[in-house]
């Protein structure tokens, strides 16, 4: 499980006066753009006594430090992908929408063939292209060299 950056911000930015946001968020995206996890943890405790004022928005990075952590056993280029949950919670929830609307299914075929049908309608918006996928990709095929092969078709 992979918690998302982008909320802890957003829970912790409403500990934080607004016209402190942007000094907020420029310290604590130090901490999680570190290079490695030694100087994200050295950074993350500077950045604790500075913000010790607002304890309770550090609170918030501090219970979820597990999830920051997370990050750094991927690559930086893999980690610029995965520190957002977004896509795939608006995946789910456009998938939610027309399921929850049917009362029931015939069988089970019969869901799978609606989560499909909804999954390329999705597809069609997912217009932007990530960047340097080149790098990702490579990263991705040395870390799961075994899973990416079976889904490349050369």
């Known amino acids: 499980t992979q918690r998302c950056i982008v ?6 930015t409403r500990y934080i006066a607004r016209k402190r946001w942007s000094e907020f968020a420029k310290d604590i995206k130090a901490v999680y753009k570190a290079v490695s ?13 500075k913000w010790s004022e607002s304890a ?36 789910h929830n456009q998938l939610r929408k027309v399921t929850d609307r049917k009362g029931a299914f015939p ?4 869901l799978y063939k609606l989560v499909y049908l909804r999954t390329i309608d999705i597809k069609k918006s997912w217009l932007h292209p990530v960047q340097n996928w080149g790098q990702v990709m490579n990263q991705l ?5 075994d899973r990416i092969a079976t889904h490349l078709k050369f």
Do not use: C
């Open 7 to 12: 909320h802890l911000m957003r829970n912790s």
């Open 37 to 49: 996890l030694d100087e994200a943890i050295i950074l993350f405790e500077a950045f604790e006594l």
């Open 56 to 91: 309770a928005a550090v609170a918030v990075w501090r219970n979820n430090w597990d999830a920051v952590e997370r990050l750094f056993e991927y690559p930086s280029e893999i980690r610029k992908i995965i520190y957002t949950t977004n896509t795939i919670e608006s995946y």
């Open 107 to 110: 069988n089970e075929m019969a």
């Open 141 to 145: 095929e040395i870390l799961f060299s």
